[in-house]
């Protein structure tokens, strides 16, 4: 058996998640109203067997420490951890991370004597993976270097950098986001490529990189130390490429690279779904999180349809529909929420606190009564107030604002925002 170390790259700004990455990582980013983006990598390497675990963190990381801190704790009779690496000033070195290959190669002194193989991984996709088979097929190939891929059509080439495959899955072409036309064609995998390998090809007609790597130990210490190299994709995956053997791990289920607030939010709403590609309802593989204790959620004559409510929610005579309703939400009677995906709030408001605000004109926390909200995304401890309509009534593609903007026609309420009584967006 291999002797697996994890290393969860966690230390991204998230700057196309903006405005939900003001205040934090993107992997701490919430979704599906109760967990973080950062539980799906953990939850995967828990369910692998794959339990000693470095996160690498940097940007805006303290909600991100605090949700690991409080989650993730192993038993004393068990070499497992979960242990945060943030950059940090040496004697050595006296950078922040300039990129993911950087970040790895500032911690090699932890890693290395660890494991024979290191398995890297994203700390802000969306999906269920066993590593073990990804592992087994490194081991059985002989590989230096093996990349999880995943088949694309035409249409998303851009997004991704791409690559070709002999025969025997070894990886001879990589090329990052080709976007004219030449290139994409040149990258094109014929349909008996994706059979070998048991994928139905169907309209796909390429392979992309998932930006999830494993690596025998000798191999990613030679590409990491022998150049300054600072990114995976762009420059040690090609590197690897011509000096290495690298192969190719063939992935043909759910995976989403949440990385725009349109990503991010189509993500969410199809968790709504009868039967959604993506399912947080698994009995065998649960995806972890922080347990908080909450109450069931109450629910007060509400229109509820295809909808997810989360606990410690109270819910006064609203319709909901087609939306995600977060940890310890409030909704106003009256209220009518549509393709919303709602938060939640980190604490409950006495009822002194709520007094006080309001006589500065300060809502309480959640959505008051008579607001309208359609295709938005409502951030933690946001304050909506009475009779608030949040519906993009001028039909704006792209709006900056503090405590309200615009995204490829989706509105956003960051984290802590005052939403005025009568308000109209």
Same mark, same amino acid.
């Given at each position: 058996?291999?002797?697996?170390?994890?290393?969860?790259?966690?230390?991204?700004?998230?700057?196309?998640?903006?405005?939900?990455?003001?205040m934090r990582s993107?992997?701490?980013?919430?979704?599906?109203?109760?967990?973080?983006?950062?539980?799906?990598? %953990?939850?995967?390497?828990?369910?692998?067997?794959?339990?000693?675990?470095?996160?690498?963190?940097?940007?805006?990381?303290?909600?991100?420490?605090?949700?690991?801190?409080?989650?993730?704790?192993?038993?004393?009779?068990?070499?497992?951890?979960?242990?945060?690496?943030?950059?940090?000033?040496?004697?050595?070195?006296?950078?922040?991370?300039?990129?993911?290959?950087?970040?790895?190669?500032?911690?090699?002194?932890?890693?290395?004597?660890?494991?024979?193989?290191?398995?890297?991984?994203?700390?802000?996709?969306?999906?269920?993976?066993?590593?073990?088979?990804?592992?087994?097929?490194?081991?059985?190939?002989?590989?230096?270097?093996?990349?999880?891929?995943?088949?694309?059509?035409?249409?998303?080439v851009g997004e991704?950098?791409?690559?070709?495959?002999?025969?025997?899955?070894?990886?001879?072409?990589?090329?990052?986001?080709?976007?004219?036309?030449?290139?994409?064609?040149?990258?094109?995998?014929?349909?008996?490529?994706?059979?070998?390998?048991?994928?139905?090809?169907?309209?796909?007609?390429?392979?992309?990189?998932?930006?999830?790597?494993?690596?025998?130990?000798?191999?990613?210490?030679?590409?990491?130390?022998?150049?300054?190299?600072?990114?995976?994709?762009?420059?040690?995956?090609?590197?690897?490429?011509?000096?290495?053997?690298?192969?190719?791990?063939?992935?043909?289920?759910?995976?989403?690279?949440?990385?725009?607030?349109?990503?991010?939010?189509?993500?969410?709403?199809?968790?709504?779904?009868?039967?959604?590609?993506?399912?947080?309802?698994?009995?065998?593989?649960?995806?972890?999180?922080?347990?908080?204790?909450?109450?069931?959620?109450? %629910?007060?004559?509400?229109?509820?349809?295809?909808?997810?409510?989360?606990?410690?929610?109270?819910?006064?005579?609203?319709?909901?529909?087609?939306?995600?309703?977060?940890?310890?939400?409030?909704?106003?009677?009256?209220?009518?929420?549509?393709?919303?995906?709602?938060?939640?709030?980190?604490?409950?408001?006495?009822?002194?606190?709520?007094?006080?605000?309001?006589?500065?004109?300060?809502?309480?926390?959640g959505i008051g009564?008579?607001?309208?909200?359609?295709?938005?995304?409502?951030?933690?401890?946001?304050?909506?107030?009475?009779?608030?309509?949040?519906?993009?009534?001028?039909?704006?593609?792209?709006?900056?604002?503090?405590?309200?903007?615009?995204?490829?026609?989706?509105?956003?309420?960051?984290?802590?925002?005052?939403?005025?009584?009568?308000?109209?967006?």
């Amino acid at each position: 058996m291999a002797n697996v170390v994890s290393v969860i790259l966690a230390g991204g700004q998230g700057t196309r998640l903006f405005p939900l990455t003001k205040m934090r990582s993107k992997p701490a980013v919430p979704i599906a109203g109760r967990f973080r983006l950062i539980d799906i990598p %953990i939850s995967n390497c828990i369910h692998s067997d794959y339990r000693r675990i470095f996160i690498l963190t940097q940007f805006a990381s303290e909600s991100l420490h605090r949700h690991i801190f409080l989650t993730y704790r192993f038993d004393a009779f068990h070499e497992d951890f979960v242990t945060l690496l943030s950059a940090q000033q040496t004697l050595e070195n006296r950078d922040w991370y300039q990129g993911t290959a950087d970040a790895v190669r500032q911690n090699l002194s932890f890693i290395k004597d660890l494991g024979d193989v290191v398995l890297i991984l994203s700390g802000d996709h969306l999906y269920r993976m066993d590593y073990r088979k990804f592992v087994e097929g490194h081991l059985r190939t002989g590989a230096d270097v093996s990349i999880s891929v995943i088949p694309v059509g035409a249409g998303r080439v851009g997004e991704f950098g791409v690559m070709k495959v002999g025969s025997d899955g070894r990886i001879t072409e990589f090329r990052e986001k080709p976007r004219d036309a030449p290139a994409m064609e040149a990258m094109k995998v014929g349909e008996d490529v994706f059979s070998r390998f048991g994928i139905a090809p169907g309209d796909r007609t390429h392979l992309a990189s998932m930006g999830i790597y494993v690596f025998s130990r000798d191999a990613l210490v030679d590409l990491l130390t022998t150049n300054a190299y600072e990114d995976f994709g762009k420059q040690v995956i090609p590197e690897a490429i011509r000096r290495k053997k690298v192969f190719a791990h063939f992935f043909d289920g759910y995976w989403e690279d949440i990385g725009t607030i349109p990503s991010f939010f189509e993500a969410n709403l199809a968790l709504t779904r009868p039967a959604p590609a993506f399912d947080f309802y698994h009995q065998d593989r649960p995806i972890f999180t922080h347990a908080r204790f909450l109450p069931g959620s109450k %629910i007060i004559a509400a229109d509820v349809a295809s909808s997810i409510l989360c606990e410690g929610s109270v819910i006064r005579g609203a319709s909901i529909k087609d939306s995600i309703i977060g940890i310890r939400s409030k909704i106003g009677e009256g209220s009518v929420i549509e393709r919303t995906v709602m938060m939640g709030a980190d604490l409950y408001e006495s009822a002194e606190d709520i007094a006080r605000d309001g006589t500065h004109g300060i809502p309480p926390i959640g959505i008051g009564r008579g607001a309208e909200i359609r295709n938005a995304i409502i951030d933690k401890n946001a304050r909506i107030g009475n009779g608030v309509r949040l519906v993009n009534a001028r039909g704006v593609r792209d709006e900056k604002g503090d405590n309200c903007c615009i995204v490829g026609g989706i509105l956003v309420v960051p984290k802590n925002s005052v939403i005025p009584d009568s308000t109209v967006i």
